[in-house]
């Protein structure tokens, strides 16, 4: 396996969660990271990327609620995600990608309650 997606669940509204990617077997420094999501009834929609570099960029619909970030020593992504809503339910997918190769993790559920 090479992307290891974890840490989805059911939340209430407001509440926090932290998903993490591992990627074991990619050569984790050379790729760009990202979070992708899939909400019902919608197609798979970016969420955030995170540079080789460190450099984050969000989707308009997170800002200022999510964070991505990297632990290139673990070859581990992250986001953190703040103030949760029901909107925000979906299948939270990691991303790495390096020129024109693309990997893709198994998703993780993420389930908001009103």
């Known amino acids: 396996v090479q992307l290891q997606a974890s840490g989805g669940g059911l939340v209430q509204a407001g509440e926090s969660l932290t998903l993490e990617c591992a990627a074991p077997g990619i050569r984790f420094i050379n790729n760009v990271m990202a979070w992708y999501r899939q909400t019902p009834g919608k197609q798979r929609e970016l969420v955030a990327t995170i540079t080789t570099g460190g450099s984050p960029r969000y989707a308009d619909f997170v800002k200022g609620r999510f964070t991505i970030s990297r632990d290139n020593a673990k070859a581990t992504a992250y986001l953190t995600m703040n103030n949760l809503q029901p909107e925000d339910t979906g299948v939270y997918y990691c991303?790495?990608?390096?020129?024109?190769?693309?990997?893709w993790g198994q998703g993780t559920l993420v389930t908001v309650s009103s």
């Open positions: 991303n790495a990608r390096r020129g024109t190769a693309n990997t």
